[in-house]
């Protein structure tokens, strides 16, 4: 069975070292708790993460969600996990004061969703799709919504689910059929009646709590057509008596679940709504905003996930690699006193390894970079705000779609290591494969997400903020290429920040010319964009490696391998931006000649 | 469920019009008969993986193989198909005459076999792995041992397996414990007594047949130590009487099913040896060479399961994109009768579907390439037999290891063209994804595979075979170059020749003062192989097309889908070779530097 340290020494290093959480936190209101609570929840955090959660999460591969006589039942443990999570206080620590919560950085809520991730991809989604329902609920519910339903989300005594999808469509919800008609006294309820299907609901029914908070699109009457017409309602499983507590059962009920891939251990249900009671979140027709407040939320979470696994995937697979022997290496034996040398004396296992460390630590530095912006965007210094804001949403979709795009081959790579037995479902490496299969999809395949980029995020706005990252990247050049030691990095970084600039210039002046462009260059140019923003955080922390090791410290080997495995990142996986930049500029015609017919005449006869 | 329709025409483009297969057959003894069957077999063989094999490939993943009371059984239907091959006479074409073969060429039986990997990969192991057993015997094995074994495994009554690793070892088999004692009765006998455990037989026992033939790798007393001590005997299920029918039971048991990520209907066995009654296969000690006969064949074989996936899953992930109905294109509607266009127009779905289709035909064309080399080897006129021995050798582990890299990433694209559905078992498309997943492992990985072509099959002899081949490549050029429309395609090729040449002879001047750079190198080396030779294939059938265009043709769409898919080809994935071109002389210290202990440094505390 696979096991999981949370990586505490490396999480430190990236708070303390490279991004100075501290001075980030100093700067929030009541930041000062923040930084005095970090280590209790790091220390604490590890501890319900690799005793409790871990133990779980092939128990969860194997026995999955079933469904019967309407009660879906989820892997043994899962409850009790949950339990203990709420005992923990951990659904409070980052909520608002004012309905029950510890008012604590949304940062400090991601590190520990990244020890979540790594330990029980399953089971952390049923907490984790409370924190899309708590923001949206946070940010456009009523006062008298917020204290009947964040409170208990809040407390963990009810969790909360997104209702999106329908089986004829995901992307494009303003096709959605859902539709919510007011109640006959709705003068006095403020209630709608929700009938219609939603598909893909993670989390979406279990015994984990006594009630379920689904947010749900829906179309009211006399929408206008498309996207500009749905809205966003509260929808519970059981509707709040009086006194705010579980009465009367509500028209949602979970139809089937799916049998799928991976995350077996979470309940992907068929959510039927037949006439449930729900509430307006936000203005009419305007569930889209209220919808991307969850879903920017949820998005970085499946980032995170995607790092989360390529770290419990590369510790795994680097027990293995040290413990398996077979052949000799090829410069000669290397433990003679053994049968064969341990396969991690092998250069092209190395390179496997090293692949997964420098994706795990280096999407582990984007994403505490994200978690500051988050923390700077909902709690920080007026005159921050708006670049903090420019920024996160340009990263946003890198997050999301780069970390988990090579989370899938980084976890496939942890299968490779240990060759056949990779395929064996008892070592646990195919696993991390099939969970991470779905991060590349929900939440806005990264097909989605490179349009989000490149489209909404960068052309839309002539490039302005993502001129204001470059700046920030182009400064950090100026200043580290003061220092000899470090040109074998800043010389590649400066070059590939300038051509990030160009190629979105060139991309941007076709796009004029053709719309289709955009979706031609998209994925490619958030590949490259993902590799150029991790080059970054990797010179950053190449620097703080080599001056640890200049002055001397007691964590030699320590610094050593992080400057390692910046080389290695420079050296073998930033040359993949050579081909983003060469397929990116190919163009949409070479996409578009073909006739749609034509792609099957090879077999269709 | 998924569907298959055989690519008969592009089948028929590949051997008809770029390989000539007609000329090619017409220069083997009794060539004739082939060209005379060809189409009778593509027809046959077509009707028989999409009726027979197609519809049960997803209740062979579903149920999977189960182990009760000491018997295997197989997914429902698997039997009756398999009777179905054999009454087809299906076992027999390729093989010995002598041995009630039909003699033909043994690229039929690998036409036929992409048919059977896209239909279903898992029933395909069955007869597939009898392949391995069948060259073995009719290579190494003595006439008596022909007669007995040879002719049941022919006929198909008798099934082979392929038993090589053990828990401790699977790349390294020197290391193997299995043990080989002379019996009793040696003198008379001839046989030995076989003990020892075997993991990851494929096939490793079930009821399809009355019999199976283990080809088993032992040491005999006395061998010398590592690989070259190593030999190889045949261990039947059932002990065969004196009249060659099934006798008395043997002491070979399977143990227990593996269970694993996909193949589920393929009996993936633990096989227990417990004095087994075997016989020596070729010389002793010189199990090596013989298990590499069975292992080049098995090797293209997995490279065909590879290309057989892709092909497939595009077929699928097709029809879902010109089905599915979400957003408008971003040039503007192209589908105003419908609520929103199909997926299709949008580029980047086009980008993934041409991804996969570039990957299966390109693979086509390598494989039956490769298909007549081992024609040629096995059948062909003696004086181009060294070269096209050295080709084949060289070819090899590209089959084996850039189709399944490719394979694997293909049926991935295939998931996410679904979206959300593509993570759902019902559609299918995650079954060839965990299908394709052993591909890169099984038959040595790619690593391995690397190795092989780098150190073994190209720096061994100088580079000699690759020059071989690059030379053809570059006559090639030379001669295409006088046509105009292909210099789009024929000065890249030119480049990439030369380079590829430039890079091998750089490597291996790194490699002469450090054996550690060709490991460091190989597996960048292999895939960056891998793009320049489909390239080649690519621009010979781009050259075709461009010729039926120009000429006119009743069948216009199809050849400039080809001439479409070239470009994308070019454009589109030939870049990646960029990439590759760097990271393989990133050199071995990088991945060499790391202190092993320093390596969990982040999270060992």
Request: charged residues 20%.
């Amino acid at each position: 069975m696979p096991t999981y340290k949370v990586p505490l020494r490396d999480m430190r290093f990236v708070m303390n070292e490279l991004l100075n959480f501290p001075a980030h936190y100093a700067s929030l209101p009541n930041g000062e708790d923040a930084v005095e609570v970090t280590d209790a929840i790091l220390e604490e955090g590890a501890k319900f993460a690799e005793n409790v959660l871990t133990p779980l999460n092939q128990i969860g591969d194997q026995q999955g969600c079933t469904l019967k006589d309407g009660v879906v039942t989820v892997p043994e443990g899962f409850k009790e996990a949950y339990q203990q999570y709420v005992d923990g206080g951990w659904p409070a620590i980052s909520q608002n004061t004012d309905y029950g919560g510890q008012g604590l950085p949304h940062s400090l809520g991601m590190v520990l969703n990244e020890m979540i991730c790594s330990a029980n991809l399953s089971w952390g989604m049923y907490p984790g799709l409370s924190h899309g329902a708590m923001s949206a609920l946070e940010h456009h519910g009523t006062k008298e919504l917020k204290q009947i339903y964040l409170t208990k989300l809040i407390e963990g005594r009810w969790t909360g689910t997104m209702c999106l999808t329908e089986p004829h469509c995901g992307t494009d919800l303003g096709l959605i059929k859902t539709r919510a008609l007011p109640d006959a006294d709705f003068e006095t309820s403020n209630g709608y009646n929700i009938s219609g299907t939603k598909i893909f609901i993670s989390a979406g029914d279990h015994e984990l709590t006594e009630n379920i908070v689904h947010l749900v699109l829906a179309k009211l009457p006399d929408a206008p057509e498309g996207s500009q017409g749905i809205s966003l309602f509260v929808v519970p499983k059981f509707l709040p008596d009086t006194s705010g507590e579980v009465g009367q059962r509500n028209g949602v009920v979970c139809g089937s679940l799916e049998n799928k891939m991976g995350i077996h251990g979470n309940s992907t249900c068929v959510m039927n709504f037949d006439n449930a009671t729900g509430y307006l979140v936000g203005q009419p027709n305007k569930g889209l905003a209220a919808m991307f407040t969850m879903m920017n939320a949820a998005r970085i979470g499946v980032g995170i996930q995607g790092q989360g696994l390529i770290e419990v995937s590369y510790q795994n697979a680097l027990a293995y690699a040290r413990d398996r022997l077979q052949m000799r290496a090829l410069s000669g034996t290397k433990a003679p006193e053994k049968a064969a040398d341990p396969i991690i004396v092998h250069p092209d296992v190395r390179r496997m390894l090293l692949t997964q460390k420098a994706f795990s630590e280096g999407g582990r530095a984007l994403i505490f970079y994200t978690a500051q912006l988050v923390d700077n965007v909902e709690k920080g210094a007026d005159e921050g705000k708006k670049e903090a804001d420019a920024i996160l949403g340009l990263l946003t979709p890198i997050v999301k779609a780069f970390l988990t795009e090579v989370g899938f081959e980084s976890t496939n790579e942890g299968v490779q290591i240990l060759g056949g037995h990779g395929f064996i479902q008892a070592w646990g490496m195919e696993q991390f494969v099939r969970d991470a299969r779905i991060t590349r999809l929900y939440e806005g395949t990264t097909g989605i997400q490179a349009l989000d980029l490149l489209g909404r995020k960068i052309l839309m706005n002539q490039g302005e903020h993502l001129r204001s990252f470059t700046k920030q990247i182009h400064k950090y050049c100026q200043s580290a290429s003061q220092q000899e030691a470090m040109h074998e990095f800043i010389k590649p970084l400066t070059e590939l920040n300038k051509e990030w600039g160009d190629l979105t210039m060139k991309i941007g002046m076709a796009a004029m010319k053709n719309r289709e462009e955009v979706g031609a260059a998209s994925v490619d140019y958030l590949m490259y964009s993902g590799y150029v923003t991790l080059a970054y955080f990797w010179a950053q922390m190449a620097e703080i490696a080599q001056q640890k090791l200049a002055k001397g410290t007691s964590e030699h080997a320590f610094y050593q391998a992080k400057l390692d495995t910046a080389r290695f990142y420079f050296q073998r996986l930033l040359p993949r931006t050579k081909t983003y930049a060469a397929t990116m500029l190919a163009g949409a015609d070479g996409l578009l000649a073909m006739d749609e017919a034509a792609f099957g005449l090879a077999f269709e006869v």
